[in-house]
C-alpha cells in the first residue's frame, strides 16, 4: 500500500492494481483443493481477471453501490470476485459458504442483492429461494454451463477485456457488506466504507509483522470479517503470498500443507 496520499481510495487501486504493476510476477495466492490440487496465482493474473470480471458486471448493468453477493468456497474465484466487484464501484456482499437456505434468504433479500456469484455446487440453494428474491437479477456460477436463462457462467469472463478502469472512490464511499451471525436475531448488515484498508493493513503488519518472504495462511471464511481482512485486503495491499485451502478442518492435512508450503506466519 502506498505511503503517498492516494488519488483513489477504492481498495482494489490501493491493493491489488498497486501490487500487479509492483509485484507483478509475485505469488499472490497458492490456492489448494479440496483434492489438494495445488494452483499458484500471481498478482497480475488476479488483476487481470478481476478486470474481467467487472468488465461482465458492467455489461450485466451492475452501477455504483449496487449490492453483489460472493457466495463461494474459499478458491481463486472468490478473490477476483471480491475486487472485480470493487472496480465497478458496487459493494462487495459476502456470504459464509457453508449457508443454507434460510440463512442465504435473509441476507439476499434483506440486502436487496442484485447478483449473486456462486459454485456449480452450491447453485441449488440460490434456485430454491429465488422465487423470493425480487431484486435478484442474475447468478453468475463457477464450473457449470447449463444455467437457468439469464444466469452466467463464470468463465464467460474470458470474452471480456482484461483491462478496466476502477471506479474512483472516496474514503467513505461504500466497500463490502457482512451481516451478522444472527445468534440473537434476524442477521444485520454492516456497510464498511473503502478507508477500512487503512486499519485493516496496519493491524496486519503490527500484529503478523509480515515479511516479504512470509508464506502466510489464514484458515478463516471469507464470509467473515477475519476473512476480509486478513485473507482478502490486507495480504493483497502488502504483497503477502497467502495460502488459500478450499478443504474443511483435518488436523494431518493442514499439518502436511504447513510442512510443504513452509508456512511461517
Known sequence: MSEQTPTNYNIAALSLELQSSTNPQKVAYVCISKNLEVQKH???????????????????????????????????????????????????????????????????LDSQAKIVITSNELYGRIKKIRHQLPDLKQVIVVGKTNLDN?????????????????????????????????????????????RSITQQVSSFRQ????????NYWCTADTGWITGVSYILVAPIATGTTTIFFEGRFDPEIWYSIIQDQKVNV
Open 42 to 108: 500471481t498478482y497480475i493474473q488476479i488483476d487481470k481477471k478481476s478486470n474481467q470480471l467487472a468488465n461482465l458486471l458492467v455489461a450485466s448493468g451492475v452501477k455504483h453501490e449496487d449490492h453483489i453477493f460472493i457466495y463461494l468456497p474459499r478458491n481463486i474465484e472468490n478473490v477476483i470476485s471480491f475486487f472485480g466487484i470493487l472496480k465497478t464501484g458496487a459493494v462487495a456482499g459476502v456470504l459464509f459458504s457453508a449457508f443454507e437456505e434460510q440463512a442465504l434468504l435473509d441476507r439476499l
Open 150 to 194: 439469464g444466469d452466467l457462467p463464470f468463465e464467460s469472463i474470458s470474452n471480456y477485456p482484461e483491462s478496466f478502469e476502477t471506479v474512483i472512490s472516496s474514503p467513505d464511499d461504500n466497500a463490502f457488506m457482512l451481516y451478522t451471525s444472527g445468534s440473537t436475531g434476524k442477521p444485520k448488515g454492516i456497510i464498511h466504507a473503502h
Open 207 to 214: 500484529v503478523f509483522n509480515i515479511q516479504p518472504t512470509d
